[in-house]
T-cell receptor, first 115, second 111 residues
Framework: DTGVSQDPRHKITKRGQNVTFRCDPI?????LYWYRQTLGQGPEFLTY????????KSRLLSDRFSAERPKGSFSTLEIQRTEQGDSAMYLC?????????????FGPGTRLTVL | EDKVVQSPLSLVVHEGDTVTLNCSYE??????LLWYKQEKKAPTFLFML????IEKKSGRLSSILDKKELFSILNITATQTGDSAVYLC???????????FGDGTTLTVKP
């Protein structure tokens, strides 16, 4: 068990560019979550997958943000036309089958800086 | 909308002190409450609470839930500098999907 991994760990981009982040969950986990966290705040929910199905997403994902988990394993989060307000830590978490435990295991995060 | 409020926002203590962190919640359908510790990286799991009045304990850390008054506390006894971190409280929704997090309590333990 290597834990949840995320790539890249840091990303600096210019406003208006598109960025894509990857998350590899713990292999036997079928739940996968994306959160965004800014300084002094708790993680803010973005979206949730159970296997390849995207079951929930926040209002944030209706516009420039999109997430996929095509084969029910790794997931990608894309932000189009980045804005300075998108600068944050993007956290991915995974968890075992719903109904066993609600615990989520977090990856190290991708820190995005938009210049 | 689900809401989680933590207090205090920050706390500074000396090694050996005991601290109590608070988490109150308002959710539509309560399922569980989780505590996480976040140092300069991603949150790590501490406790999951589902039943009122049953204390969960791990070393110097313990936590309890009150489903009638809608709050939980996290106690840390004999604090050490390594306990310095942000402590987050989270409540998942009914389907174990969206979790609502509080903004955390930043604990600083001075030697």
């Amino acid at each position: 068990d290597t834990g949840v991994s995320q790539d890249p760990r840091h990303k600096i981009t210019k406003r208006g560019q598109n960025v894509t982040f990857r998350c590899d969950p713990i292999s036997e986990h079928n739940r996968l979550y994306w959160y965004r966290q800014t300084l002094g705040q708790g993680p803010e929910f973005l979206t949730y997958f159970q296997n390849e199905a995207q079951l929930e997403k926040s209002r944030l994902l209706s516009d420039r943000f999109s997430a996929e988990r095509p084969k029910g394993s790794f997931s990608t989060l894309e932000i189009q036309r980045t804005e300075q307000g998108d600068s944050a830590m993007y956290l991915c978490a995974s968890g075992p089958t719903a109904g066993t435990t609600d615990t989520q295991y977090f990856g190290p995060g991708t820190r995005l800086t938009v210049l | 909308e689900d809401k989680v409020v933590q207090s205090p926002l920050s706390l500074v203590v000396h090694e050996g002190d005991t601290v109590t962190l608070n988490c109150s919640y308002e959710v539509t359908n309560f399922r569980s409450l989780l505590w996480y510790k976040q140092e300069k990286k991603a949150p790590t799991f501490l406790f999951m609470l589902t039943s009122s009045g049953i204390e969960k304990k791990s070393g110097r850390l313990s936590s309890i839930l009150d489903k009638k008054e809608l709050f939980s506390i996290l106690n840390i006894t004999a604090t050490q500098t390594g306990d310095s971190a942000v402590y987050l409280c989270a409540v998942p929704n009914t389907n174990a999907g969206k979790s609502t997090f509080g903004d955390g309590t930043t604990l600083t333990v001075k030697p």
